[in-house]
Every structure is written in C-alpha cells, then in structure tokens.
C-alpha cells in the first residue's frame, strides 16, 4: 500500500530534478550567449535593418523631411552612370589589391620562412606598417607622391623623369592600390607564414627524396596544405579592398576626373556632401550584398581548391 | 526559428521607433519670434570652424554678458568648433542625427542651399526689431546672398576681402616693378601679375602667383581671377552652365597657360605656401594677414584687374538659426545681441562687419597692426565695396564635386580648354537642370 506513493515520490522529484536543471542549463546559456546576441542585435542586425528602411526613402536632411519613395532609389541606381563609374574603380582596384596583395605576401612568407639571420628584422619591418594610423600612413605616402615629392626625386636621380602619379587616372589608381597593399602586406605576410610553418617537414622531406625540386615541391605540397589560409587571406583582401575609404580621401578625393571614386568613396559623397541619405543607404544595401556575394561564392568553391580544411 | 523571427521584428520594431523620433520638421521656412521666457533656462550652442582660442575667448564673453543679461532665458552658451575642412559634412551629419546645434557658422557656397532648405528660421524680424541693432546699416550688398522671399535667413557676420599679397623681396631680386608701383600706375592688371610672378619664379626657383587653398580641387577660388574677366561658372538664376560662355574660356584659358607656358602659377602636385617664403604672390583673404612675420618683406595690394576691369570679391560666412533647434526664438534673440553694433564693432577686429558704419580704416587698423591704413584702406574698406562672393548655388556640394573632376583633364599641358568646359557643361547640365 505505502510503496506505490513511497516508490513514484522519488520519481516525480527525480523528473522535477531533471527539469529545473536543464531549465538552469538553459538560462545559464542564455546568460552565456547574452552578451554576444545582444551586440550582434544592436551593432549588426539594427543598423543592417535600418539601412534597409532608409533605403526605400527620400531624406533631406537639411529640409528635415524624411518621406516614402518605394523603390526610387533602387531604380535611380540603375540608371545611374556615376554608380557604374565607382562600381567599375571598385573593381579594377579590387583586382589589382587581391592579386599584388596576396601574391606579395605570399613571396615575402616563403621568402622570410627561412631559419637564417636577419628574418625576424624582415619581418618586423614588413609587419610595421600594420600598426601605423592608416591616415598618417597615407598622408605620408600623399607628400612622397607629389609631383615634386619624394618619389619623383629618387626616379630624378636615377635619371628617370617620373609621372605625376596622383594626376593622372592609371597612375592615380595604381598609387592608391600600392600604398594599401604596403599598408596591409605584413598582416597576410604573418598569417602565410603561420601557415608555412605548419607544413609538416616529413612531407617535404619524403617529395625531396622522390626527387621533387622547389617549385615542385612548393605547388604540389606547400600550396595546397596551405590553401585554406590562401582562402581566408582572399575573402579577408576582398572584403578589405571593397571597403576602401581614408586612402582615396586623402590621397585623391576620387580623382582625377572620378577615376578613383570607388563604390564607398561615392556613397560617402552621396550621403555626406550631397545629403542624399536615402539614396546612399541603397548604395551601401548594394555594397553589403555584392560583398556577402564574393564571400558566399569564395565559401562554396573552396571545395575546389582548398585541400586541406581544418 | 520562432525566436528569431520574434527578435527580427523587435529590431524592426525599434528601427521604425528611431525614425519616428528622427524624421520630423517641415521644408516651409518659419520666421523666429519673440522669445517666450521658458520653465528655465536653456543652454545654446553655436557651431564655429574657427579653434582660435583668442577669437573664442571674445565669442565667450560676448555670450557671458547676455547670459548675465537674461538669466531667466539662457542658461550658458557652447561655442563648438569644427575643423573647416569636414566643417559642412559634420554640420549636416548633426541635422540627420536630429541634434542641430541652435546656431551655426556657414560657408557662403552653400548659403542658397541652407537657405531654400528651410532649415533656417527667419531672423529678420528679430534683427530689425531689436532695439539699437540699426539694422539698416548692415549693407544690401552684404546680404543678398543670404535672402529670400524677403526674409533674412543669416547674417553675414565675416566679410573678409580677398587681396594679392606680395613678397617684396622676390620681386625685386627678379628686378620686376613693385605691384604697389603698378597699382599706382594704373598698369596692375592679370597680365602685368603674370609677368611679374614668371619672372620672380624663374629668379627664385620657388613658385610665381598661388591662388590659396585652390589645389586643383577648391576650383571656386578660381573665381577670384575669372571675375576679372566677368566670367562665372552658371547663370545667375543658377539653371544654366556658362562655363563655354566667351569670358570663361578666355580666363580659363589665361590661367592654364600662366600655369603651363609660362610657369606663373604652380601645376598640380606641388605645394607651395606664400606665408612660409614659397611663393612671390598669393590671391587669399586678408584675414590671413595675421599668418606674416619678419622672415621676408611683403605687401598687400587688391586684386588686379582682368580685361573687364578690376572685380571686388569677398569670402562671406553666415550665422543662422536652426529650425529643428529646440529654442529658435532664443537663439534669433541671442543671434541679435551677438551681432548688435557694439559687439560687431568688438568682431571687427576678426571679422569685417556687414555695417557700413564700421568699415573704417581707423577701426579695422586697431585689429590689423600689420597692416598700414593705406592698404586697409584700398584692400578691406574699398574691397568690400560693390563685392562679389564666390560661386554659390542651391546644389553647390553636388556642382563642387563634379566640376572639380570635370576640370581635371584642362590641368595637363596640351589640353584643350574649350573641349574641357564643354564637358564640364555636360555633366553639370543635369544638376543645374534639378535646381
């Protein structure tokens, strides 16, 4: 008679046991992942939304109106030949920082991955440029650029009359690529060295006595263990090159002529000197799905080339 | 999933609520009242691009006293400074984050812009009925720019007219007559500035004729040369380009050659800074005076004349009133006291008054040490006189930006001037056509 109770007491509060723990468990990890979820709403999923909504407004600042325009943004991007201008620059600049960029680091991490005197200077001395202020760094590089700068005075000794390198719209553009790539090249240089220095010795050793000379050895075995930091190294210089903005301010303003004006160099003009604040906010919808694009189609064909995925 | 449509919404939900509180205020310009005495004092703030911290310290004591003067209206008044290069991009980053300072210093180019906007209040009533504020000393001149429909929309509080300043010293080793001499002699024209500036350059090796802060970006600075030939970018209802008219191309014309044949002025990518020995001439406003020392002999004389005749221009900023401000009316009060005659007269000393009757060689030389009463005289007193502004229209950030690169292929040796400004034309056709 008393062993029914005496026997189902012990398992009800055992049950009661289980549930008020795991319901702790998951507070717990609600009170773990707050902080993160929280940020993540107000920093990235607020202004996200709220880009959206401004993008499908006319906003006057100065009048003070803010009215709905629909899809009048979007459809004046279409037809708008300045957009397709700075759409183009993003790209030619695009190209020229990922390939010189990656390709640059690259060289200097085989070249530093050496146990010989002298590479931890090298390498402080190419990683430096990553702690300089971008803004001094480039003002810098602006003075050493000028028509009478620095640069044309070393090209002058040598007996070479140099370019007005920030004048002229290849040269203007090829400038700006180069002081971002000196600018960043120690950062990628760092994380392809990490890399190489992962690779492990018995591989190479064993390609060796198979009779695989350095090139062989370097595109057969370095390369492809290394691939998946050549794939964040990409998305992380792709990314970076779309969001270009201190250099081409301070050392072109977009020009000559509109040469320079990459894709958030003119969203910045169209929201903060042209106070078109709607139109820029379907400009910069646009940057954040062209640069989820790139990411998304690097992230699926790294089946195709990446080898080795940690 | 449920949770994070639920959150999504929330985001949403928020979002719209920050609109809502953002997006208010109406385009129809409103004129600024008497002020009401409110439940207590209000704090104000004016936003300035000048970080002097003498010019400041006046700004301070002027306000103080009106403070002092209307405790019950005015709690204390904030001076913010803005640094000039990013200052109308700060200024109109406030008004979208809903947090306009109740007044503001502001650019003459973009004066017809804030003006038409509605963001400014109408100061003029207030102005004229502030006892003593004899407002119909302030020049016609002076104000143009800055009306509308007959309302006042701010008060032009700088004037400063721009002057060739000269390096004596430069000049002379190149053995060319003094532009003062020239002045004199009824001969001080582009041409004879030109010449004179070439010849000095090619002596010195350093630099002939600056036009400051023009770098081939700021091509509104050119408009102190081109007015001597009555040349101007648009029409003066601003819907029309004249940049192809006869006068533009030949003022253009004469300062791409100075630049390229004759080496007068410097090409694009060289600096070179007047006030530290590296040019012979400079055109700039004579507020920049104060930036001479000992280090080399100069002289100050107005702007040469082109083959229109001689041209006045002046640089102008206004103060205005922001409608979205929280307290238009006290600020238009405030606007009233700061400017009145006794404390433009304390301005003055800074900033050339709009105020016929303060524009005395006497009166800006107690301010301007360096300069004689002569050249006061000729340069700010006579300068401001019948002046021009710069290039201003209601689209201006919008023409600055595409002029600048549509000027751009005329800065190359060989270019063809008339070709270049046809395209400027162009591309500024459409911007003028929305105006």
């Known amino acids: 008679m008393t062993s029914g109770p005496v026997a189902v007491r012990p398992r009800v509060r055992s049950s009661r046991t289980r549930g008020s723990a795991a319901e702790r468990d998951r507070l717990v990890g609600y009170a773990m992942v707050a902080p993160q979820v929280l940020g993540t709403i107000a920093f990235v999923v607020v202004p996200l939304v709220t880009v959206a909504w401004y993008s499908l407004h006319e906003w006057n600042v100065l009048a003070g109106t803010f009215t709905f325009s629909g899809t009048a943004n979007y459809e004046r991007m279409l037809a708008d030949p300045g957009l397709r201008d700075a759409l183009a620059a993003s790209l030619w600049f695009s190209i020229g920082l990922v390939v010189l960029n990656v390709s640059l680091a690259l060289l200097l991490a085989v070249l530093l991955d050496q146990r010989l005197p002298g590479t931890t200077t090298f390498r402080t001395f190419f990683f430096s440029p990553v702690v300089v202020s971008l803004v001094a760094w480039t003002i810098v590089w602006g003075f050493l650029l000028q028509d009478d700068g620095g640069i044309n005075g070393f090209l002058a000794a040598l007996g070479v009359d140099g370019p007005n390198w920030l004048r002229s719209g290849p040269t203007a553009m090829l400038a700006v690529i180069v002081v971002q790539v000196f600018k960043n090249v120690g950062l990628n240089m760092i994380l392809f060295l990490a890399a190489l220095q992962s690779v492990p010795e018995e591989v190479q050793e064993a390609a060796r006595i198979d009779g695989a000379g350095a090139w062989r050895r370097f595109r057969s075995i370095t390369l492809p263990l290394i691939s998946p930091t050549v794939l964040l190294v990409s998305i992380l210089t792709v990314v970076g090159s779309l969001e270009v903005f201190a250099q081409i301010d301070v050392l072109t303003g977009g020009g000559p002529g509109n040469s320079t004006t990459v894709l958030v160099y003119y969203l910045y003009q169209q929201a903060f000197r042209f106070n078109e604040f709607g139109y820029a906010s379907a400009i910069s919808v646009l940057l954040f799905v062209i640069v989820l694009a790139l990411t998304l189609i690097q992230w699926r064909t790294r089946k195709r080339w990446v080898h080795d995925e940690v | ?435």
């Open chain 2, 1 to 435: 999933m449920h949770t994070t449509r639920r959150r999504g919404l929330a985001a949403a939900a928020a979002t719209t609520a920050v609109l809502a509180l953002t997006a208010c205020g109406s385009s129809d310009p409103e004129a600024a009242g008497e002020p009401e005495t409110p439940s207590e004092p209000v704090p104000l703030t004016m936003t300035v691009w000048t970080a002097d911290e003498v010019q400041l310290a006046l700004f301070q004591s002027i306000a103080d006293a009106y403070v002092a003067e209307n405790p019950d209206l005015v709690s204390e008044v904030t001076f913010e400074a803005i640094p000039f290069d990013d200052y109308t991009t700060s200024l109109t980053t406030r008004l979208a984050g809903g947090n306009a300072p109740d007044l503001a210093w502001i650019l003459e180019s973009y004066a017809p812009e804030f003006v038409q906007s509605g963001a400014l209040v109408d100061v003029g009533p207030v102005l004229e009925g502030t006892e003593g504020y004899a407002y119909d000393d302030l020049l016609d001149s002076s104000l143009a720019l800055w009306q509308q429909d007959g309302g006042l929309f701010a008060y032009p509080f700088s004037n400063s007219p721009f002057a060739m300043f000269v390096n004596t010293d430069q000049v002379e080793a190149a053995g060319q007559d003094s532009p003062a001499d020239l002045v004199a002699d009824g001969e001080w024209t582009y041409d004879a500035a030109r010449d004179v500036a070439a010849a000095a350059a090619e002596e010195s090796g350093k630099q002939g004729l600056v036009v400051r802060d023009f770098d081939y970006k700021v091509w509104e600075n050119l408009s102190t040369v081109w007015d001597g030939w009555g040349a101007a970018p648009w029409s003066e209802d601003g819907a029309t380009c004249t940049f192809t008219d006869p006068a533009m191309v030949d003022a253009m014309t004469w300062i791409h050659d100075a630049t390229f044949d004759d080496g007068a002025m410097p090409g694009p990518g060289t600096t070179a800074d007047f006030f530290a020995g590296d040019a012979a001439m400079t055109i700039t406003q004579i507020s920049r005076a104060s930036a001479l020392d000992d280090s080399f002999a100069w002289d100050v004389v107005p702007l040469p004349a082109g083959p229109q005749g001689r041209q006045n221009v002046i640089g102008q900023a206004g103060i205005g009133v922001f409608a979205q401000g929280e307290n238009p009316d006290v600020a238009a009060d405030f606007l009233a006291w700061f400017t009145n005659p006794e404390h433009a007269e304390q301005l003055a000393q800074y900033f050339p008054p709009p105020r016929e009757s303060l524009l005395t060689a006497d009166l800006l030389g107690a301010a301007n040490p360096l300069l004689s009463d002569e050249q006061l005289q000729a340069v700010v007193v006579d300068g401001i006189q019948d002046a021009v502004t710069k290039p201003a229209h209601p689209s201006f950030a919008k023409l600055q930006d595409t002029v600048r690169a549509g000027l751009d292929p005329l800065w190359t040796a060989g270019a063809d001037v008339e070709a270049v400004l046809a395209d400027v034309c162009t591309s500024i056709d459409p911007i003028l056509a929305g105006s």
